[in-house]
């Protein structure tokens, strides 16, 4: 997912005619993307440290797994 495609999408379901290539509008989408993923790296913060506490490494590797891969779809900031 790219901030231009989220754009689109945007402009899709609102019927607004977005340039999608306008830097504040993809910057917006950027911020949004990775507020949403942050988020939902939470939940499995939440069962890692549940299943570090009890020990179950394999668990508790399993979340460490899921929080990379979701930590992996953020968009970088453009430098």
């Not at 590797?61 to 891969?69: D, F, Q, R, S």
């Amino acid at each position: 997912m790219t901030p231009e495609r989220i754009a689109e999408i945007f402009a899709e379901e609102t019927g607004d005619d977005i340039d999608a290539s306008d830097s504040a509008l993809r910057d917006f989408a950027r911020r949004m993307w990775n507020e949403a993923l942050t988020e939902a790296i939470k939940p499995a913060m939440s069962e890692a440290i549940f299943w570090s506490d009890t020990n179950d490494t394999r668990a508790y590797k399993a979340c460490e797994l899921i929080i990379g891969a979701i930590d992996a779809m953020k968009i970088p900031e453009e430098s």
